[in-house]
């Protein structure tokens, strides 16, 4: 079979590292629902500080978070401007319309950007017919674009559409430590535009479980109230916070090798007949395969029978994810398996 198993699907898989399993173990913990789980308070209080919010919320997961921001900045029946690729949109199994009763308004970006213009011409004006606009939301780096960094002037572009309009800005930071190391800036920087931000200790931060939610704290105080409502009360929590804690303080500066990494596997890639690769900013390397005659999922299928993974994006799409539990060999290994399987040895 093969010798090496490569798992680039995403970098959700990463395992928790010793040192965040000795802090799990040795956790001080209490029940959360009380507020007396002095890890999670802690989390809930560098997260905030370290995005220059007011207060944290931890979350069960990014998908979580971004729904209870939804829930919390709108009203049943508004609507929401999203980018028509972006997770919410795309991942998140309309839980926003189930679960919220919102309408969610996707406008085509360009590498995962908005158009400034054209999300103030869809914020709804008063007229009976016409839904409210609750809420406006971006997702830096963009996943489905290829974990693209939205640039710093066309966000500022719309959060002052946004607070000309009195609309809330959430961003879906899921990743938003690699856009922050890959650009040299403080996510600090990154974030001061929204009204709120989630972001993932459990991506390429290598946490096991868990997001942060961050913003004003009266409205962290009712985002408590809907993550209790979904069941997302986790009382001793501080076992999973404990992790997350070792994620912000040691796995932050790392991302950058992992962007190397991606630097290279699209380099080599790039090399090959009948792939045409995006040039990654961050992480994820999106390749075109079509021209290898192969679809993306018969690709996919094809290159974990020599143990490497990948996930098809779209039928000619493959995305590649580096992270933390890759390194350089196991990039050299993937792209000698790509070879291979373009070959047809
Ligand atoms: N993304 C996952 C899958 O759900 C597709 C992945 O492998 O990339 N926002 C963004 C931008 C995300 O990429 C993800 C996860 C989430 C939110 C949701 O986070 P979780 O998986 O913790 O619910």
């Given amino acids: 079979m093969y010798d090496r198993r490569v798992d680039l699907r995403s970098d959700t898989v990463t395992k928790p590292t010793p040192e965040m399993r000795?802090?799990?173990?040795?956790?001080?913990?209490?029940?959360?629902?009380y507020r007396e789980d002095p890890t999670v308070n802690r989390l809930e209080e560098v997260g905030a500080a370290r995005l220059g919010k007011e207060a944290g919320l931890f979350v069960t997961s990014g998908t979580q978070g971004n729904l209870i921001a939804i829930l919390t900045h709108t009203q049943p029946g508004q609507e929401v401007i999203l980018e028509q690729e972006s997770h919410i949109y795309y991942y998140e199994v309309a839980g926003s319309a189930l679960i919220g009763g919102v309408q969610l308004r996707p406008l085509q970006g360009k590498d995962g950007a908005l158009d400034p213009a054209e999300v103030e011409a869809s914020i709804r004006p008063d007229?009976?017919?016409?839904?409210?606009?609750?809420?406006?939301?971006?997702e830096n780096t963009h996943n489905r674009a290829g974990g693209t960094i939205i640039p710093g002037e066309n966000i500022e572009a719309i959060a002052r559409i946004a607070a000309r309009h009195n609309l809330p800005l959430h961003l879906d930071g899921a990743r938003i430590f690699n856009a922050a190391i890959a650009l040299g800036k403080p996510v600090v920087?990154?974030?001061r535009p929204f009204t709120s931000v989630m972001f993932c200790l459990s991506k390429g931060l290598g946490a096991p479980v868990g997001s942060l939610l961050v913003g004003p704290r009266d409205w962290i105080e009712k985002a408590r109230k809907w993550r209790k409502r979904l069941g997302g009360g986790m009382r001793q929590a501080g076992i999973l916070a404990a992790a997350g804690l070792v994620a912000l303080e040691k796995m932050v500066d790392r991302l950058a090798e992992d962007h190397e990494n991606a630097r290279r596997l699209a380099e080599g890639l790039g090399n090959l007949p009948g792939l045409s690769v995006v040039p990654p900013q961050t992480n994820m390397v999106l390749v075109d395969v079509s021209a290898t005659g192969f679809s993306a999922p018969t690709f996919v299928a094809r290159l974990a029978q020599y143990g490497v993974l990948a996930v098809d994006m779209s039928p000619s799409k493959v995305r590649f994810v580096t992270h933390k539990d890759v390194d350089r060999e196991d990039i050299e290994y993937a792209l000698r398996a790509v070879e291979k399987l373009i070959k047809g040895d």
């Fill in 189 to 191: 920087e990154l974030a």
């Fill in 127 to 138: 007229n009976i017919h016409y839904p409210d606009t609750g809420l406006i939301v971006l």
């Fill in 22 to 33: 000795r802090a799990m173990y040795e956790a001080e913990v209490g029940d959360d629902v």
